[in-house]
């Protein structure tokens, strides 16, 4: 049982990462840490479950607050990656984040789920700005924010930590009016 299910179409679904998710997505983040490592600051080859599980703990007390959506990408029933939300209430502003393991990419998942999840946040949640940061040598993620209509607003340089050194974040928004992409 899980505290939010968000089906995207008939074979993805975002599902809240709950503990007995942890496992698994724990298990495919250090299966596929070449495909990762050089965005994501978690695939490390010495990241332990537990300390998985203590991020994800602190991520879960977030959500209580909302203040975050930390979901599980599954497809066909099968855990594929993660897509979540940064919520800030206040300022009325999400900023989404993803990954995705390589067996699944260029599939389009992370693309319907991101627009998907985009849209729960602006019509359920009443967000007014949702924002996608990724490394700029990322093609992969860039071209997910490119599908969904998110304007490239500026770059960050050596923002973001990972395998081989630091990456210049590109800053991509989105708001409500922006129409013409789904």
């Known amino acids: 049982m899980t505290g939010f299910v968000l089906a995207v179409d008939e ?3 975002l599902v809240l990462t709950e503990p007995w998710l942890v496992p698994s997505v724990h298990a495919l983040l250090l299966a596929d840490l070449e495909h990762l490592q050089p965005w994501e600051e978690l695939a490390r080859p010495d990241l ?3 300390e998985f599980a203590a991020r994800l703990r602190t991520t879960r007390l ?3 607050d909302g203040k975050a959506l930390p979901c599980t990408l599954r497809w066909r029933g099968e855990v594929v990656g993660a897509l979540g939300a940064s919520l800030d209430p206040e300022l009325s502003r999400a900023g989404l984040g993803y990954w995705i393991d390589a067996g699944h990419q260029g599939r389009g998942i992370v693309t319907r789920a991101a627009a998907t999840l985009r849209e729960h946040l602006v019509r359920d949640r009443g967000v007014q700005r949702v924002e996608i940061r ?4 990322n093609r992969p993620s860039r071209a997910v924010a490119e599908r969904l209509g998110f304007t490239l607003e500026g770059t960050l340089r050596s923002v973001l930590p990972a395998a081989g050194g630091r990456h210049d974040v590109c800053v991509c928004g989105r708001l409500p ?6």
């Open 134 to 137: 990724c490394a700029a040598q």
């Open 177 to 182: 009016g922006d129409d013409a992409h789904p």
């Open 11 to 13: 074979d993805v679904e």
């Open 62 to 64: 977030a959500w209580v």
């Open 48 to 50: 332990t479950l537990e």
